[in-house]
């Protein structure tokens, strides 16, 4: 399985960003998907989940309301669409892909995911 992301750079607060990951390598409408992130100096955190079929969706507190996942299995990929993004968001972010066919719930831990795209880089200014 091969995960790429794309889509970070660097914007102003109050911007906007949409990332990607492309999944490819086994059947991507099989499994959950979520971002992760991770700041200078701290622990990689739990961004947004979205389940195999999109029907669930699940956000950070941080991010709730400012952040939307989605997912085109025809594509075989996952979007994270961030607005009103502040300097806080500034971080390498990570798309995952759970390790479970059809699962249903714990996508908000790392143990949840199997494999890792390589991070793209989201920094915003104040």
């Known amino acids: 399985v091969q995960l790429q992301a794309s889509g970070g750079g660097l914007m102003q607060a109050g911007g906007s960003l949409r990332l990607s990951c492309a999944a490819s390598?086994?059947?991507?409408?099989?499994?959950?998907m979520g971002w992760f992130r991770q700041a200078p100096g701290k622990e990689r955190e739990f961004v947004a989940a979205?389940?195999?079929?999109?029907?669930?969706?699940y956000y950070a507190d941080s991010v709730k309301g400012r952040f939307t996942i989605s997912r085109d299995n025809a594509k075989n990929t996952v979007y994270l669409q961030m607005n009103s993004l502040k300097p806080e968001d500034t971080a390498v972010y990570y798309c995952g892909q759970s390790g479970r066919a059809y699962g249903s719930s714990g996508y908000e831990s790392m143990a949840e995911y199997r494999y890792w795209g390589q991070g793209t880089q989201v920094t915003v200014s104040s």
């Open positions: 979205i389940d195999w079929s999109g029907g669930r969706r």
């Open positions: 390598g086994r059947t991507f409408s099989s499994y959950a």
